[in-house]
């Protein structure tokens, strides 16, 4: 945990979480209070993830990991999805242009292969290019399930055993984690779902084991630094045991 920020304030002294993770829940209801189509939520949606993501950036949080499409998205329509993927096109083409100035290492956690081969390019760019940046990497899911992610690990380490190079008998948690889309990154500390819903929906299931929870029933599109800070001061209130006894 680092105990203040870089160039929010000097002056910070509360801790901030090392990794946080969002699921941006809540586009389409937001959108649907105000009489417009889903998509105006998606896009509202996307705006408040540029000012989060440089907002943890600013106060010293090190990863930023968000959900922004499940492997059971798929399952909406073709105007929605298409929305979606837009957006996240146009997010990347900024990414690019602006990487001096924002700094921000980008990573991706999904299966991109499902993804328009101009988006996979465009990701696969963004990936190399920003990964010379360090303090702040932004870990975007994109169809990324955390079951998916696990079996993909699983294909790996079998793999590796009828290789020769892997025993079932050494594995370790240590050594499956590593076969995660986040392998090298450390596990989420708090992990924040906006819009009320009480479930994980598939994101981050082995990273998240002992994470810190917050749900709020503010929409994403609604989303502010406040509402991030309410959440990191929430976090800080709780007493993270980790299976032990405080003394
Ligand atoms: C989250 O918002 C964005 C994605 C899942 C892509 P939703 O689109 O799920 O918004 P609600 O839950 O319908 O309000
Ligand atoms: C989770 O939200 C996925 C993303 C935010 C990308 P969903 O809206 O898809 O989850 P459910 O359907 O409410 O569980
Ligand atoms: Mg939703």
Known sequence: ??????????????????????????????????????????????????????????????????????????????????????????????????????????????????????????AARTREISRKYEGFQANICLNYGGRDEIVRAARTFARQCVEGTATPEALTEEQFGSLLFSGGIPDPDLVIRPSGELRISNFLLWQSAYAEYYVTDVLWPDFTPAELEKAIAAFNSRDRRFGGVKP
């Open 1 to 122: 945990m680092k105990l203040f920020g870089t160039n929010e304030t000097a002056a910070r002294q509360r801790p901030v979480p090392q990794h946080i993770a969002i699921i941006m829940d809540g586009n389409g209801r937001w959108a649907k209070r105000r009489g417009l189509p889903r998509t105006a939520g998606h896009a509202a949606g996307s705006e408040v993830f540029r000012q989060i993501a440089t907002y943890c950036r600013d106060i010293g949080v090190a990863y930023l990991t968000v959900y922004a499409f499940s492997t059971e998205n798929w399952k909406r329509s073709q105007e929605e999805i298409t929305a979606i993927m837009g957006l996240l096109k146009q997010y990347l083409f900024e990414a690019l242009e602006k990487m001096e100035r924002d700094r921000i290492r980008l990573e991706f956690f999904g299966d991109l292969s499902r993804l328009s081969p101009e988006l996979q390019e465009l």
